[in-house]
């Protein structure tokens, strides 16, 4: 028989009717596999992933030293609870398909949404004032760029229930807070009313051009010029006398009462007055803003905005049939770890391991073993060296994985019950007990 000859075969089913099955002498051949990254999605080494947990855990700090709560939603949702939330600009950017369930589904564009989603469906086993903080991934069809990925991570922090200038000043500081930990300290917060912009653009819109459209191509005035900004409204169809009068009107906005109740609070809460920006051209394209919006940038780092928010009152309204006040940001956790590189602002010996233990020969292993069993016992990461290899191949990793000490246990060490410790960046080496080599790497 040929080898690659198909066998059909045909077999009842329990309903009687026949079933037909084929089967192949050969199996078929798999396609090789493409090894690289599809664009606009990453890998991080573990050099990089330390860095982006360092700041990931700076975060965290500053989210729950504001007296927020973590929280967690899955990757996928009804594709009905998130197109439609963002304007139909933002739509595009949304991955929807069908899964194997013939159900609609799409991966998570921003964590606002599906955290809208959580209030309405836990709306009562959650406390009033529901503080929030979520750091996961979201997923966005958009053109990569320096900056922009397709897969990112967020950081958000909400407050719900309450309309209050206070939780958007406490909102403004902590978004502050985080970017002072880091080292950010000339961060900027350009603030806007998202009201009062509506009612300014709302005498400008047409039949042909809504607010919200108008407000999507006002919100890139921070990336085109003017000209630009107006060839846009243009195109979507506004006379240019018009598309003019607008930019003027949103640039000669004065800030409402309650910005500057919440300029006031944010200040009293810590915020510097030089961090707090009215912006009056800032739009936030999203379609759910309802009052304070904000963006946070760096002067010194000049690829965008690392993030922002605002008050969205009617969101989670459409979902469980009752309006919540809410009021949220999300950091732009990427752009917010490349400022951070650039500007020179990780703490040193950023490492995993404290100390790398090394295999002198045969007869030493099992006490360095249990050596490092106990300095893992006490809280130093250790890493064990897994062959008997020269001393200087040992050391040689362990700079090269930016591990500060190595320990040597030979013949004189255990004849002498004690270990050699040496500080591979000083180059300096000492022969004391394994409980005085843990408390000097605990004490460094």
């Given at each position: 028989?040929?080898?690659?000859?198909?066998?059909?075969?045909?077999?009842?089913?329990?309903?009687?009717?026949?079933?037909?099955?084929?089967?192949?002498?050969?199996?078929?051949?798999?396609?090789?596999?493409?090894?690289?990254?599809?664009?606009?999605?990453?890998?991080?080494?573990?050099?990089?992933?330390?860095?982006?947990?360092?700041?990931?855990?700076?975060?965290?700090?500053?989210?729950?030293?504001?007296?927020?709560?973590?929280?967690?939603?899955?990757?996928?949702?009804?594709?009905?609870?998130?197109?439609?939330?963002?304007?139909?600009?933002?739509?595009?950017?949304?991955?929807?398909?069908?899964?194997?369930?013939?159900?609609?589904?799409?991966?998570?564009?921003?964590?606002?949404?599906?955290?809208?989603?959580?209030?309405?469906?836990?709306?009562?086993?959650?406390?009033?004032?529901?503080?929030?903080?979520?750091?996961?991934?979201?997923?966005?069809?958009?053109?990569?760029?320096?900056?922009?990925?397709?897969?990112?991570?967020?950081?958000?922090?909400?407050?719900?229930?309450?309309?209050?200038?206070?939780?958007?000043?406490?909102?403004?500081?902590?978004?502050?807070?985080?970017?002072?930990?880091?080292?950010?300290?000339?961060?900027?917060?350009?603030?806007?009313?998202?009201?009062?912009?509506?009612?300014?653009?709302?005498?400008f819109a047409t039949e042909t051009v809504d607010v919200f459209s108008i407000i999507q191509t006002i919100d890139k005035l921070d990336k085109m010029p003017e000209e630009k900004v107006i060839d846009e409204l243009i195109t979507k169809g506004l006379v240019k006398e018009r598309a003019t009068e607008v930019l003027i009107a949103i640039q000669s906005a004065q800030m409402s009462e309650n910005l500057q109740q919440t300029v006031a609070a944010a200040q009293s809460l810590g915020v510097p007055n030089e961090a707090l920006l009215f912006t009056p051209t800032l739009a936030r394209g999203l379609d759910y803003y309802t009052g304070i919006i904000f963006e946070g940038k760096i002067p010194e780092y000049t690829v965008g905005s690392v993030g922002g928010g605002g008050r969205y009152d009617k969101l989670i309204g459409q979902l469980c049939g009752r309006d919540i006040q809410a009021n949220g940001f999300a950091i732009g956790f990427d752009r917010t770890v490349e400022a951070v590189v650039e500007l020179g602002l990780l703490p040193k010996g950023l490492t995993t391991s404290q100390v790398l233990v090394t295999l002198f020969d045969e007869a030493s292993l099992q006490t360095s073993l249990a050596a490092a069993a106990s300095l893992r016992q006490a809280g130093i990461a250790t890493e064990v060296y897994p062959e008997f290899d020269k001393l200087g191949k040992q050391f040689k990793l362990a700079d090269q994985k930016g591990i500060p000490y190595a320990l040597v246990i030979g013949e004189r060490e255990i004849e002498e019950q004690k270990v050699t410790l040496k500080d591979l960046r000083s180059g300096e080496q000492m022969t004391i007990t394994l409980q005085e080599a843990q408390k000097k790497v605990k004490n460094k």
């Open positions: 028989m040929k080898k690659n000859t198909k066998i059909t075969t045909a077999s009842k089913t329990k309903n009687g009717t026949l079933q037909e099955s084929t089967k192949s002498g050969q199996k078929e051949r798999m396609s090789k596999p493409t090894v690289q990254n599809l664009k606009g999605f990453r890998d991080f080494l573990p050099q990089e992933k330390k860095v982006r947990d360092y700041v990931a855990s700076t975060i965290k700090e500053v989210f729950e030293t504001y007296g927020f709560e973590p929280i967690e939603t899955p990757t996928l949702e009804y594709a009905s609870l998130l197109l439609g939330k963002y304007g139909d600009e933002a739509d595009t950017l949304v991955y929807s398909f069908e899964d194997r369930g013939g159900r609609q589904v799409a991966l998570r564009y921003d964590q606002t949404v599906p955290t809208s989603r959580v209030l309405a469906q836990y709306q009562n086993e959650l406390p009033k004032y529901f503080r929030r903080y979520q750091i996961q991934n979201v997923f966005r069809a958009d053109k990569p760029q320096k900056g922009r990925f397709r897969e990112f991570t967020q950081c958000d922090c909400d407050i719900f229930e309450s309309g209050s200038p206070v939780v958007d000043a406490e909102l403004l500081a902590v978004y502050y807070a985080v970017y002072k930990k880091l080292g950010l300290t000339s961060i900027q917060l350009l603030i806007n009313d998202r009201q009062t912009l509506l009612d300014t653009i709302t005498p």
